[in-house]
């Protein structure tokens, strides 16, 4: 901490009425011209940037692959925060850090892009009853959050809101149209074959959307991951079910899933994604695709036909 204090002691006035030290530093005069917009991981970087067009510039805080909820934001996360015109968060208790990382930055306005999601709780582990804060991975609700961007921008540059209303408009029916994919890739699965057993809890809104038994490690990434009563009561449901397929996520280890699938006759059948995108060039570099990806993987594990 004492290192942020130093990196603020420049920027921050000593009286919290006097904003013309912040005139001074303000973005909107850099890039172009453009407002400078941060989000705190990769994927609502991807949303905004589809309502944003050429408008704004969009950067995620956070980069591919990274961990999320308990992510430690460093000094130049802090500095990247002051000079930015809007930060866009997920909310539900997803970042952990937030509260305190924005406690440290001074007049620059934040929104909460789950606002208005009706959450899911949190049914087992040290979250109990907590909401679930991985809304994003239903279309129904991702819709909710690129009409908070959509939102958020036009009141941050309210010249360009044709745009934004224009751009969040076709996002929204892309959206859509993937889910319709992933309903049709699912349609391939016997009832009795949609389970999807990953490690993090993290797919609840996407099992439900889609009518699929969700099975997991654990509830949250912020608590303990892959206790042996945590494997063991997978291992019991896979076994019971005879699952053939069980997952993990990018950004966390796989070790305990696989030990599942040695001891459930199951197969470990690949990584989903869900709190981070991939980096471009691998399959899942937007939202979009991502859902695509998670099907398509998902889909042939189930079916057994992953390698
Ligand atoms: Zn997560």
Known sequence: MLLLTTVFGCTSSQNPSDNSSQA???????????????????????????????????????RPGAEIHDYEPTPSDIKRAQEADLVLFNGLGLERWFEKFMGSVRNVTSANLSDGVKPIEISSGSYLNKPNPHAWMSPNDAAIYVENIRKAFVKLDPANEATYNANAKAYIQQVKQVSQEVKTQLATLAPTQRYLVTCEGA????????????????????????????????IDTVRQNKIPAVFCETTVSDEAQRQVARESNSTFAGVLYVDSLSEVGKPAATFLDLQRYNAYTLVQGLLGKSK
């Open 24 to 62: 001074q530093i303000s973005p909107s005069a850099r890039t172009d011209g453009k407002k400078k917009v941060l989000t705190t991981f990769t994927i609502l970087a991807d949303m905004a940037r589809n309502v944003a067009g050429d408008k704004l510039v969009v950067e995620s805080i956070t």
């Open 203 to 234: 797919f609840s809104y996407m099992a439900r959307d889609y009518g699929l038994q969700e099975a997991y490690l654990w509830a949250v990434n912020s608590e303990q991951e892959g206790t042996p009563q945590q494997i063991a009561k997978v």
